[in-house]
């Protein structure tokens, strides 16, 4: 069983930065490939951020490459999501997702979820 508990979520301006923090319970953070996730009003929910287990392999949706950072510390059981540049289309709840094996871009293939943050960008 994996829990967890995504945080950092609020309002920020256009231009700006914010760091979202996944939590997962326990230690078992380590044996799992993580993903961001998000999903605006009426829409699907859509591929973000991945990263491995190891965290030395990650991947980016197009929309949010060269802004975006996922990372990981298994040490503290929390993988990060880095927000720099922030635009109005990324407002969203974001959701952080495990899965055992490797890295997937499809929200299908993740076993556990997060509560979901939410994510608003002022203009």
């Known amino acids: 069983q994996v829990q967890l508990v995504e945080s950092g979520g609020g309002l920020v301006q256009a231009g700006g930065s914010l760091r979202l923090s996944c939590a997962a319970s326990g230690r078992t953070l380590s044996s799992n490939a993580m993903g961001w996730f998000r999903q605006a009003p009426g829409k699907e929910r859509e591929f973000v951020a991945a990263?491995?287990?190891?965290?030395?392999?990650?991947y980016y949706a197009d929309s949010v490459k060269g802004r975006f950072t996922i990372s990981r510390d298994n040490a503290k059981s929390t993988v990060y999501l880095q927000m720099n540049s922030p635009k109005a289309e990324d407002t969203a709840v974001y959701y952080c997702a495990a899965r055992s094996g490797l890295p997937s871009l499809k929200n299908d293939e993740y076993d556990y979820w997060g509560q979901g943050t939410q994510v608003t960008v002022s203009s």
């Open positions: 990263i491995s287990r190891s965290g030395t392999i990650t």
